[in-house]
T-cell receptor
Framework: NAGVTQTPKFQVLKTGQSMTLQCAQDMNHNSMYWYRQDPGMGLRLIYYSASEGTTDKGEVPNGYNVSRLNKREFSLRLESAAPSQTSVYFC???????????????FGEGSRLTVL | AQKITQTQPGMFVQEKEAVTLDCTYDTSDPSYGLFWYKQPSSGEMIFLIYQGSYDQQNATEGRYSLNFQKARKSANLVISASQLGDSAMYFCAMRGDNTNAGKSTFGDGTTLTVKP
């Protein structure tokens, strides 16, 4: 059981380049998320998708776009990378239980992105 | 809006002793959930324990317990009988069930070091 799989695990970009981080989950979860974690800090929500076909901005959406391709897959795109986007990116998914209450997050292993 | 505050950047504990990691929160949602996650030096995020805002009893999971004081808006994590493997970063997080539905907000974390 793979859980949440992110690719790539490491990436180095030059300023202005674009890239897409891929995420897939095999737990049949409705909700998926993208977080970033800067050194010594907590996770900040970039975008989330409560269900297939919907996406919403989180705390730090500027410079990013997302696509909920289907129930399993949720990708994060950097159109024009900037050094401020150097970070570790985590994809996560969660169940939505009774009354729409969201359960704990299941995380991927993280993707370390460096923008030069 | 919702906010998590962890005031202890670093904590030390002797092996086999108990330790309390502090977490206070603020939210506009009347119903919410509180979570603790562990992040070892390897980087993955591991779910530890959950407390719902209307749960009557404090949550426990093995050596982990959550000291939930709703009036004080605190959700402290207690680790009993600390082990060397407990050395990690610990994050408190919350998820609202209404206006903040689906969004988990994280604190900046506490680095716990267990001394032999």
């Amino acid at each position: 059981n793979a859980g949440v799989t992110q690719t790539p695990k490491f990436q180095v970009l030059k300023t202005g380049q674009s890239m897409t981080l891929q995420c897939a989950q095999d737990m049949n979860h409705n909700s998926m998320y993208w977080y970033r974690q800067d050194p010594g800090m907590g996770l900040r929500l970039i975008y989330y998708s409560a269900s297939e076909g919907t996406t919403d901005k989180g705390e730090v959406p500027n410079g990013y776009n997302v696509s909920r391709l289907n129930k399993r897959e949720f990708s994060l795109r950097l159109e024009s990378a900037a050094p401020s986007q150097t970070s570790v990116y985590f994809c996560a998914s969660s169940e939505v239980g009774p009354a729409g209450v969201t359960g704990e997050l299941f995380f991927g292993e993280g993707s370390r992105l460096t923008v030069l | 809006a919702q906010k998590i505050t962890q005031t202890q950047p670093g904590m030390f504990v002797q092996e086999k002793e108990a330790v309390t990691l502090d977490c206070t929160y603020d939210t506009s949602d009347p119903s919410y959930g509180l979570f603790w996650y562990k992040q070892p030096s390897s980087g993955e995020m591991i779910f530890l324990i959950y407390q719902g805002s209307y749960d009557q009893q404090n949550a426990t999971e093995g050596r982990y317990s959550l000291n939930f004081q709703k009036a004080r808006k605190s959700a402290n994590l207690v680790i009993s009988a600390s082990q060397l493997g407990d050395s990690a970063m610990y994050f408190c997080a919350m998820r609202g069930d209404n206006t903040n539905a689906g969004k988990s907000t994280f604190g900046d974390g506490t680095t716990l070091t267990v001394k032999p």
